[in-house]
């Protein structure tokens, strides 16, 4: 019976590091749909979330360049490892409380293990970034990052925004105005190098969630005296 009882708890532990590894990379790729809304896989490129590239062996809570960590994931102690990271995807709020993660967690044990199977590749030093199914859904969610707001054509290079009653109305560099009910005009600030040029803010088109357009600047100083009330 002892025999028995040691026999199985080593064939567990020899099962367990490997099921991490067992996934399939191109269903974890259709997963991480779920995550590409709030992480990049581009080294340093942070979104509502940090950037999953060099995850592994990386203490929880400590990319130098993303400054939103929660206290209890930065106090958490945590190494990412196949199974710490098998852990969190499964319950984040379980293996850290009170963390600032609004995922509930992926129950599924076969469809963690294709999603780290897929991450372990994907965010490899050096690995170039499997982005398909990450621009797949920040298209859809209007989520992630704009191209290069220093490069953009006149239709997306805003002069002028008035604002009248419930309406705004954006003048581009090409001469054209286009009126956007206030509940459907967000207004962003991009600080990275890829953001738009001092004084040139940029509209770029939303996602489906009721914005339509995105005006995107420079800095946050640059909002109120761009914006115009003009009836």
């Keep these: 019976m002892k025999r028995d009882l040691i026999i199985v708890l080593l064939t567990v532990g020899f099962m367990t590091p490997s099921l991490a590894q067992s996934g399939d990379v191109t269903r974890g790729q259709q997963d991480f749909r779920a995550c590409a809304a709030c992480h990049s896989l581009e080294p340093d490129r942070n979104m509502t979330g940090p950037s999953l590239a060099g995850l592994w062996g990386r203490k929880a809570g400590t990319l130098p360049s993303f400054d939103r960590y929660s206290d209890a994931l930065k106090s958490s102690g945590i190494v990412w490892n196949d199974d710490t990271l098998d852990r969190w995807i499964a319950d984040p709020q379980r293996i850290v409380p009170d963390n600032d993660m609004p995922f509930e967690g992926i129950k599924e044990s076969g469809a963690r293990a294709d999603l780290l199977a897929f991450l372990k590749e994907a965010t490899k030093p050096g690995a170039a970034p499997k982005q398909s199914a990450q621009m797949q859904m920040n298209g859809m969610m209007g989520g992630g990052h704009d ?41 962003k600030t991009d600080s990275s190098k890829d953001g738009p040029e001092a004084g040139t803010p940029a509209i770029m088109p939303a996602g489906m969630m009721g914005d339509r357009a995105s005006v995107i600047f420079a800095s946050p100083d640059e909002i109120g005296p761009t914006i115009k009330t003009q009836c």
Excluded: M, S
């Design 147 to 187: 191209p290069n707001l220093k490069k953009i054509k006149p239709a997306q290079q805003v002069r002028a925004i008035t604002y009248c009653h419930d309406t705004y109305r954006v003048t581009t560099a090409d001469g054209k105005t286009r009126a956007f009910w206030e509940h459907n005009l967000r207004f």
